[in-house]
């Protein structure tokens, strides 16, 4: 099987002002037509620690993809340096050199001198065309092994590698009998990573194939499954049956695939049932609203939503009573099933989440601890209130309280 | 000069599954505290690759900065690759132990025996404690230099990086001597960045000692100043001076400094003048609220908000009349005048914002095209209303709405 290695080249990226999105696109691209990239090496805009990470990628992968570091200005050393890699000199292209010229004159800009450094190639390289800007790209072949580099710009990146990277790429590994790769993505809500590591039991062992792995982001677990064969209806099919298997085990803790967030999870279930809903929160300050309305189409079912952040705007607008927060608290279970029944009520909505706790980092003591939150669900029929102590800061709290709530709606749903 | 390299462990990364957001943070953070980031390595979850990118990092830097790889699924192995590239074994750590049952006690979870890996550490090595969340960091030193892993969780690496790694690190240099570097930020919210640049004029240069160039993010434009000297306070004083001349050129653009947001600015001064705010949204669906409330003590100027997302809303709960949203529309200027008139009278609060449009991406016209949000600012003695058409997709008009509804407010305040 083929492997890749991916070098990102750029000052800016080693200085932090600019995350590298290019190798995150190249990796997912190579994958999908069965060539997994097994390094990315970042370097500035030097020319020997260019030298050295060429040759590093090249240990690493039969296909080497660099990006960044092509264009006029002085800094820009890359081709120098896969000249020097190659063991050759940079040679000007007399004819390549009209076609930057032209491009000057499509854009209405005048050529520099500077400017003609991009007509040159290493020996024996070939350009490749920059339909969205001036430099052109570079490919080389070496001791069995393809380069290719491409602007660092993101765009002109995509689109020379989709339309003169990928087609060759493609036909050479056809011709050797490439692999076909699937990728499916499931996404729980509800328990932790290791927890769900051990309701799977051992299929997340390396080595195998499929291969299932897990990331977690504030709360949502996404099992990947990576599954390899020699063509991609065999590859679906392996998925299919693990994707099936994983349910099994996780049940309701899973609540979407692919992409889907909680919010278009429940928000398409509640426009499927001709639902509506409304929000009454206060620790959690909007980010409820915010995460549902954050789903094109939430008109359908959001309505009305309250951030009663004082405990006046609790009384005026939810109808709390005064009494339930003196004895109660604010932050109490009858204070959370109070909003969420309120804002029902208010709404003539179908269901409600009512959301109240501490978010921190002050405002918390032993009783009532900073993370401690209530969430509350009412529909006409009954009223739910779950206890939680979130970890993590002020946001994080705040967004687990968030989706803690929409995920206790769409187990009622 | 110390140098440091980063290193970025997970198969999430090299699939492309994850864009490494992490090598950005922690280099951004290194160079301003004057040690320039000269290369990452990025490998997969396999114990040989990590073994070899340790020693490529350690070859460049003198401080290595590892992420990911230290939970306790099967796949996690980057404590058992330092151990190996140290040269030793993995030791249980009782009190480390205990502590991790303790984390899992809090959180009101079951520790699994899977979960114990997390109390290994190399000989030698040192743990770091996670307060936002398991598996404890590694601190190590080898032959003169300074090895620091962190989890791969962004949230969980920047807190244990800046509590536990920035510190020690601080404090190493100074002794050494070397360059002083200062970075300054300087928030700006109202311009694009070419018109900021235009303002500016060439100050922006490459090779000017204070480099001074610009991000944007969201609508925010940074311009970062970075002054390097022999000394501290000649490189203070260098960034001071550029500091006041960026202030003349750009005037009332300029919010805040360093890592302030817009809504701490505003918060500060609402505090600071004892005056309370109210907020009714309908297109950023809360937004607004949610920014205002990520700040912590919100609660000392913030009391009512309102995400009034159906025209009934608009009507039962701010008071909009029905007439008004016939005769002219939801998303007019009188409806957001009427929007945040409604709320601040409803909420007796000093200031009050409005916001209604068309976030999309559907509900557009050739009248109202998506992207087309009003804003209003309703105090005792005016109402202020603003028409704008925002760019971009639906997060992004939300959120620049929101940005530009604070905007707006700071200006006034």
């Known amino acids: 099987m083929k492997k890749a290695s991916i070098v990102s080249i750029g000052n800016e990226l080693l200085s932090g002002q600019i995350v590298d999105t290019n190798a995150a696109y190249l990796s997912e691209r190579l994958l999908s037509i069965g060539i997994p990239v097994v390094s990315f090496y970042t370097v500035g805009d030097d020319l020997d620690s260019i030298v050295r990470a060429l040759h590093l990628a090249s240990e690493d992968g039969d296909i080497i993809v660099i990006s ?5 200005t002085d800094d820009d050393v890359t ?26 004159v499509c854009r209405g800009r005048s050529m520099s001198e500077r400017d003609k450094i991009q007509a040159y190639m ?6 490749l065309e920059n339909k969205l800007g001036i430099a052109p ?3 080389a072949g070496y001791r069995g092994k393809l380069f290719f580099i491409l602007p660092g710009v993101p765009a002109e ?6 339309e003169q990277v990928l087609p060759p790429i493609l036909s050479s590994t056809e011709d050797s009998g490439g692999q076909a790769i699937v990728v499916r993505k499931l996404r729980c809500f509800g328990a932790g990573e290791s927890a769900i590591a051990d309701l799977v039991g051992d299929v997340m062992k390396r080595g195998r194939n499929p291969l299932i792995n897990c990331t977690a982001e504030h709360g949502v677990i996404t099992l990947h499954i990576v599954a390899a064969a020699k063509d991609k209806s065999t590859a679906e099919q392996m998925a299919e049956k693990d994707e099936k298997m994983l349910r099994k085990y996780l049940g ?36 409820l609203s915010k995460l549902i309305t954050d789903v094109a189409g939430a008109s359908r079912y959001f309505t ?21 927060i003196e004895k109660y608290g604010a932050v109490s279970e009858q204070a959370a099933k109070a ?7 208010r709404a003539k909505a179908d269901f409600a989440v009512g959301i109240t706790g501490i978010a921190g980092p002050s405002g918390g003591n032993e009783q009532k601890p900073v993370g401690l939150v209530y969430i509350s669900v009412s529909a006409d029929n009954y009223t739910e209130i779950k206890r939680f102590i979130f970890p993590g800061n002020r946001q994080l709290i705040q967004f687990r309280a968030a989706l803690t709530g929409l995920n206790m709606l769409r187990l009622r749903l």
Chains 1, 2 share one sequence.
């Not at 009305?304 to 339930?324: H, R």
Request: hydrophobic share 40%.
């Open 68 to 72: 960044g570091g092509l264009g006029a």
């Open 79 to 104: 081709r120098q340096a896969l000249a020097k890699f190659l063991g050759g000199e940079l040679q000007l292209q007399s004819e390549l050199l009209e076609k930057i010229q032209g491009a000057f």
């Open 122 to 127: 290493p020996e024996g390289a070939k350009a």
């Open 137 to 139: 790209g570079i490919k």
């Open 157 to 162: 990146m995509k689109e020379m590698f989709e």
């Open 252 to 287: 309701e803790l899973v609540y979407g695939v692919g992409e889907q967030t909680l919010a278009e999870v429940v928000g398409e279930e509640l426009a499927r049932q001709k639902k509506t809903i409304a929000v009454a929160e206060s620790c959690t300050g909007g980010a």
């Open 304 to 324: 009305y939503g309250w951030v009663t952040y004082s405990d006046k705007a609790k009384t005026s607008e939810l109808g709390v009573s005064k009494d339930l």
């Open 339 to 345: 909003m969420a029944e309120g804002a029902r009520k």
